[in-house]
């Protein structure tokens, strides 16, 4: 009898451990304390891979890259424009399934393959949202057409604004937020106007890496950082004065990842696109990710427990 017992202890705690392999090599996760507390997503509309790789002066930025882990091959969906690619980011799919196909959409042009509640094709904002209610989400935007891409009914704080830095500065020290988007209308005009990476717009993303400076000194100052993942990256490049083809220059974005449980000094060599933004903000916050999302999360960015 007491054979008995101990043998069908032994299976027991040998199918729990097999369970937790399973997860692990399915999820990399049998732990959740490796997970951020707060997501951080910085965006710059219209900063390309080139300009880095031509020897961009962005300090903070080349720090979060030595610190933490990035690419310079992430790639757009087509076209290489501003709206549908920025919803993908946040939609986890490409433009056959939101419905957002070309760089000023305000709604979907072709009929989303599903909605949620709200009546909208699901974004990571409001799927963490349900699954925790009383999570701080903030959504700060300086191109107004930002405003269509993401649902209203998710953020606590949501704010259309020229002045991104100085919103999110604030908002960071005073509320601490669990996910948060900050996304700059810039450098994307002083390429339409002067050209990518012309002297101009290698200064004005010089001047936006100090506003990202003054972002993880908020996070730093709010004392989170240290539980924070913050993720930099863009909706497209650029050539000469435009962007929307198929060309590298305009296809080809940085991407970034710094903070809690983020590799350090890592370069990311498998693909990735703009819709696994989202399945990774919605992996790193634990929310399962809708059947509709093509996205995949970034995994092997991430030291998990």
Not at 173 to 189: S, T
Not at 226 to 231: F, K, L
Not at 265 to 277: A, K, P
Request: aromatic letters at 10%; proline letters at 5%.
């Amino acid at each position: 009898m007491k054979r008995l017992i101990v043998l069908s202890a032994c299976l027991v705690l040998a199918f729990c451990q097999s369970g937790c392999q399973s997860v692990s090599h399915r999820d990399k996760a049998c732990s959740s304390e490796w997970r951020p507390e707060h997501v951080i997503f910085i965006g710059f509309d219209g900063l390309c891979a080139k300009s880095l790789r031509d020897g961009a002066d962005m300090p903070t930025l080349r720090h979060l890259m030595a610190e933490g882990s990035h690419t310079l091959e992430s790639r757009t969906i087509l076209p290489s424009s501003s709206a549908c690619n920025w919803a993908s980011i946040f939609m986890g799919s490409g433009i056959e399934l939101h419905g957002y196909t070309t760089w000023g959409s305000k709604e979907p042009d072709l009929e989303p393959r599903v909605v949620n509640e709200n009546g909208r094709y699901p974004d990571v904002f409001w799927e963490y949202r349900k699954k925790n209610p009383d999570a701080e989400i903030g959504y700060i935007y300086e191109w107004d057409g930002m405003g269509y891409l993401t649902d209203p009914a998710a953020s606590d704080f949501r704010l259309n604004t020229k002045d991104c830095t100085t919103a999110a500065v604030e908002y960071i020290k005073e509320k601490k937020p669990n996910l948060c988007g900050v996304i700059y209308d810039q450098p994307d005009g002083v390429g339409h106007s002067l050209g990518w990476r012309s002297p101009e717009y290698m200064a004005k993303i010089l001047e936006l890496d100090g506003c990202l400076k003054q972002i993880l000194d908020a996070l730093e100052e709010a004392g989170i950082l240290e539980e924070s993942v913050v993720i930099v990256t863009s909706d497209h490049g650029g050539i000469d004065k435009g962007h929307g083809g198929m060309k590298m220059e305009e296809m080809q974005r940085p991407l970034v990842f710094y903070g809690k449980s983020v590799k350090k000094g890592y370069t990311i060599e498998e693909s990735t696109v703009v819709y696994d933004l989202a399945a990774t903000m919605a992996w790193l916050l634990d929310v399962e990710r809708p059947q509709v999302w093509t996205g995949r999360p970034i995994s092997s960015v991430f030291e998990v427990k």
